[in-house]
C-alpha cells in the first residue's frame, strides 16, 4: 500500500513538472488543452513541490488572462508570487508579478494597478537583471498607457527592447515593438507605427508565435484601415478573429481602449457594401496563421484591394482562391512529397543522381517552406548554423548547385531581391500545398456547403501519409516547427471532418474520422468523445461505454490522470441512456 501511494506521488510530481514545463508548447497546441493539463496537475499537487507549484501556477495565470477570466488569473498568480518570494527567486517573482500586473490592466482592476507598479519598480531597482528585467519592464510600460502618458510608456519600452536585443530574447522583443506602434498609431504617425508593426510581425512570423500572429493581423488591419484599404482590413481583422477562435483568445478591453477597432470596423464595414465586406472577411477567416502573417506583409498591388465595389472585391476573391489552388500531380513535371516519407519524381521517376544528397534535399524542402524566400544567411543559419562566413559560402553554392541540377535547372531556384525561393510558375505538385488548400477551402465551406468541406477534408486525410519529412532526418527547429504545425492541422481537419459528418447523420464515417484522430493522437479526448457519441448514434452505447473504460485506464496508466469533466458528464449521459 505504501509503495502504491509512493508511486501515486511520484506520478503526481512527474505530471506537474511535465506541464509546467511547457508553458511555450501551449501557446502552439492549445490553450485550452494547456488549462486543463495544468488545473488537473495542480489540484493533485499536495504542495510537496514549491518550485515546480510556482511554476505551473505562472502558466496557467498566463492562459487565463488570456482565456479573459482575470479574477482567477490574479488569484492563481498572486499564489505564485507568494511562492516564488518564500523560495527566494526573485527571477520567478518578476515573471509572475508581470504576469499578475497584465491580468490588473487587462481585467481592468484599476483600483489594483498603482500596488502593482510599486511592487515592479522596487524589483527594478534591486539586483533583477536579464530576461525578468525585460519582460516586467515591457508590462510595466502598460500602466501609463492607460492613464494616457504615452512618453512614459514609449521611455519604458524602449529600455525593455533595448535588453531583448541584447539578450536576443525576440518573443518579448515582439510585444514591446507591437505596443511602441499601436502607441505611434494613437499618436497620429502612421508610418512610423506601420513600420514598427511590420518589423514586428517579420520577428513574430520566424517565431511561428500564432497568438502573435493574430495580434499583428488585427494591427496591420487597422494600420490598413487608416490607409484606406477597407477590403484589406477585413480580410485581416477576419483572420485575425479566426485565429483568436482557434485558440480561444479574445481581444481585452485594454486592447479595445487603446486602439480605434471597434470604429475602424464600424468605418470599413460603411465603406463596403454588405456583400464585398462578407466576401473580404470570409476569405480572411479561411486563411491559415502563415497565410495571414503573410498577406499583413505584403505590398497590396491589385486595384480591387484599394475600393469597395462588391462586384470587384467578390471577383478578387474568387481569384486569390483560384491562384491559392495547387497544381495537380497527375500534370506535374516535377512532384514533390513531404508527408510520411521524402521523395521527389521528375517525369514520374524517382530522382537518381549523385547530387541528391541530403543538404540538397533539406534545401528544398527549407525554401518551399516560405513562398517568399530565404536569405542566403537566413539558409545557413537553419543548414549550417556552426558554419563561418567562408565554409557557409562554400557549403551553400556547393548545395544550391546540386539541388538545382537534379531539378531541371537553375530556373528552379530562383535568386531575386536578396533572396533564394522555389519557382512556383513551373511545372510541380506539392502535397503540402495541396493538403493546406484543401483544409482551407473546408473551413471556408463548413457553413454554406458543408458536402463539399467534407470532401476536401476527406483529401486532406488521404494526403497525410504521415508526418512531415518523417524520414529525412532533418535536425533544424524549422523543420520541427512545420512538423508540429501540420500535425495540428491534420488534427483539426479530422474533428471538423467528424463535426460535419455527424451534423449530416453519417456517423459510421465519423467514427472512423474520429478513430484516425485517436490514432493521431491517442490522448485527444475530443476526439475520444465524439468516437463515443457516434458509437452510441449507431445504436452501439455499449460499445461506447467500452471505450469510456479503455479511455479511463489508458489516462491512467500512461498520464496518472483521469478524463476531463466533459468526458466524464458524457458516460454518465450514454450509462443513463440519455443522448450524449
Known amino acids: 500500500m505504501e509503495a502504491e501511494e509512493d508511486s501515486r506521488e511520484r506520478a503526481d510530481e512527474l505530471r506537474l513538472r511535465l506541464v509546467a514545463a511547457l508553458g511555450r508548447f501551449w501557446d502552439v497546441q492549445g490553450l485550452e488543452e494547456g488549462k486543463g493539463w495544468l488545473e488537473v496537475a495542480l489540484e493533485r499537487d499536495a504542495g510537496r513541490y514549491p518550485a515546480v507549484r510556482a511554476k505551473a501556477l505562472s502558466g496557467l495565470g498566463w492562459i487565463l488572462h488570456f482565456r479573459r477570466d482575470y479574477a482567477r488569473a490574479i488569484a492563481v498568480l498572486e499564489e505564485a508570487v507568494v511562492l516564488h518570494k518564500e523560495l527566494g527567486d526573485k527571477s520567478g517573482v518578476a515573471f509572475a508579478l508581470a ?6 490592466l487587462h481585467g481592468g482592476f484599476r483600483e489594483r494597478v498603482p500596488a502593482f507598479v510599486e511592487e515592479g519598480e522596487s524589483l527594478m531597482k534591486g539586483d533583477l537583471d536579464g530576461h525578468p528585467r525585460a519582460f516586467l519592464r515591457l508590462i510595466l510600460a502598460s500602466a501609463p498607457i492607460e492613464e494616457g502618458d504615452l512618453d512614459s510608456a514609449v521611455s519604458q519600452l524602449e529600455e525593455s527592447l533595448a535588453l531583448c536585443r541584447e539578450l536576443g530574447d525576440m518573443r518579448v522583443a515582439t510585444i514591446s515593438l507591437h505596443t511602441l506602434g499601436m502607441i505611434e498609431l494613437i499618436r497620429g504617425d502612421l508610418d512610423r507605427g506601420a513600420a514598427t508593426l511590420e518589423e514586428s510581425a517579420r520577428i513574430t512570423r520566424e517565431l511561428k508565435d500564432r497568438p502573435g500572429i493574430a495580434y499583428h493581423a488585427w494591427a496591420l488591419g487597422e494600420v490598413n484601415a487608416l490607409r484606406g484599404r477597407p477590403v484589406r482590413a477585413a480580410r485581416l481583422w477576419g483572420a485575425a478573429e479566426a485565429l483568436r477562435e482557434q485558440m480561444g483568445t479574445y481581444l481585452s478591453k485594454f486592447d479595445l481602449a487603446q486602439s480605434r477597432y471597434e470604429q475602424g ?10 456583400a464585398a465586406f462578407e466576401a473580404a472577411w470570409t476569405e480572411g477567416r479561411a486563411m491559415s496563421p502563415e497565410q495571414a502573417i503573410d498577406y499583413a506583409l505584403e505590398e497590396p498591388e491589385a486595384p480591387h484591394e484599394e475600393d469597395g465595389d462588391a462586384h470587384t472585391v467578390a471577383a478578387g476573391a474568387a481569384v486569390v482562391r483560384e491562384d491559392a489552388r495547387p497544381p495537380a500531380a497527375a500534370e506535374a513535371e516535377v512532384r514533390i512529397l513531404a508527408l510520411g516519407s521524402a521523395r521527389v519524381e521528375r517525369s514520374g521517376q524517382p530522382i537518381d543522381s549523385p547530387d541528391w544528397i541530403h543538404k540538397s534535399r533539406e534545401l528544398l524542402y527549407l525554401v518551399l517552406s516560405r513562398p517568399e524566400g530565404r536569405t542566403k544567411e537566413q539558409i545557413g543559419l537553419s543548414l549550417w548554423p556552426e558554419a563561418s562566413t567562408s565554409q557557409l559560402r562554400s557549403s551553400f553554392h556547393d548545395t544550391l548547385y546540386r539541388l538545382r541540377k537534379p531539378l531541371g535547372g537553375k530556373e528552379w531556384i530562383s535568386f531575386r531581391k536578396g533572396r533564394y525561393t522555389f519557382e512556383r510558375s513551373l511545372s510541380y505538385s506539392y502535397d503540402v500545398e495541396a493538403f493546406e488548400w484543401n483544409f482551407s477551402e473546408a473551413r471556408r465551406l463548413q457553413s454554406e456547403a458543408p458536402d463539399q468541406a467534407i470532401r476536401h477534408l476527406k483529401e486532406v486525410a488521404d494526403l497525410y501519409r504521415g508526418d512531415y519529412l518523417e524520414d529525412l532526418a532533418v535536425e533544424g527547429e524549422w523543420a520541427f516547427a512545420r512538423q508540429e504545425e501540420l500535425r495540428r492541422t ?12 455527424v451534423a449530416e447523420e453519417r456517423h459510421a464515417e465519423a467514427a472512423d474520422a474520429y478513430r484516425k484522430a485517436i490514432s493521431h493522437d491517442s490522448f485527444l479526448e475530443e476526439a475520444h468523445r465524439g468516437l463515443m457519441r457516434s458509437q452510441a448514434a449507431m445504436g452501439e452505447r455499449g460499445r461506447a461505454l467500452r471505450h469510456y473504460e479503455e479511455l479511463v485506464r489508458l489516462l491512467e ?24
Open 99 to 104: 504576469n499578475l500586473g497584465y491580468a490588473v
Open 265 to 274: 470596423l464600424a468605418d470599413v464595414r460603411a465603406a463596403l457594401s454588405e
Open 490 to 501: 491534420y488534427q483539426e481537419a479530422l474533428l471538423l471532418l467528424g463535426g460535419l459528418l
Open 557 to 580: 496508466d500512461q498520464l496518472g490522470s483521469s478524463p476531463a469533466p466533459e468526458t466524464v458528464a458524457l458516460h454518465e449521459h450514454l450509462r443513463a441512456g440519455e443522448e450524449g
